[in-house]
Antibody
Framework: QVQLQESGPGLVKPSETLSLTCAVS?????????WGWIRQPPGKGLEWIGF???????FYNPSLAGRVTISVDTSKNMFSLNLPSVTAGDTAVYYC???????????????????WGKGTTVTVSS | QSVLTQPPSVSGAPGQTVTISCTGS?????????VHWYQQLPGTAPKLLIY???NRPSGVPARFSGSKSGTSASLAITGLQAEDEADYYC????????????FGGGTKLTVL
């Protein structure tokens, strides 16, 4: 079955770049899903970061747009997150997820995360 | 402040029915976007519970059901069990924020 595995440094210094990758197994990343990132600060709720289609089309959380970049490597069946200039506020558990989409009868696209990785903890501290 | 508002906590005894509300606005739930629900057991990743118009992924018990009316949605859990103790999140789409994904703040369910 499809599995997602996050990887990357657990500790990042303030002002540096947070870089994470998500390896997808059991499913081809070029199939008809988006691939996304969600984070959860300690003791808080979920925050959507963004997602990408294998063609390179991206959607980002407006509150993070301009800082975040999500990219996809179809040859390695993985996708990545880059978040530069981090601060303590970026400390969180970062999850990658497969994102499904369907259209309603009124033509609205609905997105939801149907498969999640286990998450990786990233701490921003000097 | 989350775009979708959930009660911070709810509780119920084993066997009872509990409902978790998710209140939005005319730019998300009220606009016609569906509401999806996730369960996050302690120390684990969220898991999809309900998607679209009350659809359950394979393996999710029929005790879990979702509904929507106007600018609000609800998750109902019948026959409450101890293993249902978790955090629950609603999620939708918000057109005014140009955000295809917005989450509620989450609700902690305690099984008494």
């Amino acid at each position: 079955q499809v599995q997602l595995q996050e990887s990357g440094p657990g500790l990042v210094k303030p002002s540096e770049t947070l870089s994470l990758t998500c390896a997808v197994s059991g499913y081809t990343i070029t199939s008809n899903y988006y691939w996304g990132w969600i984070r959860q600060p300690p003791g808080k709720g979920l925050e959507w970061i963004g997602f990408i289609y294998h063609s390179g089309s991206t959607f980002y959380n407006p509150s993070l747009a301009g800082r975040v970049t999500i990219s996809v490597d179809t040859s390695k069946n993985m996708f990545s997150l880059n978040l530069p200039s981090v601060t303590a506020g970026d400390t969180a558990v970062y999850y990658c997820a497969r994102v499904a989409v369907f259209s309603t009868h009124i033509g609205y696209n609905n997105y939801y995360m149907d498969v999640w990785g286990k998450g990786t903890t990233v701490t921003v501290s000097s | 402040q989350s775009v979708l508002t959930q009660p911070p906590s709810v509780s119920g005894a084993p066997g009872q029915t509990v409902t978790i509300s998710c209140t939005g606005s005319s730019s998300n739930i009220g606009a016609g976007y569906d509401v999806h629900w996730y369960q996050q057991l302690p120390g684990t990743a969220p898991k999809l519970l309900i998607y679209g118009k009350n659809n359950r992924p394979s393996g999710v018990p029929a005790r879990f059901s979702g509904s929507k009316s106007g600018t609000s949605a609800s998750l109902a859990i019948t026959g409450l069990q101890a293993e249902d103790e978790a955090d629950y999140y609603c999620q939708s789409h918000d057109s005014s924020l140009s955000a295809p994904v917005v989450f509620g703040g989450g609700t902690k369910l305690t099984v008494l």
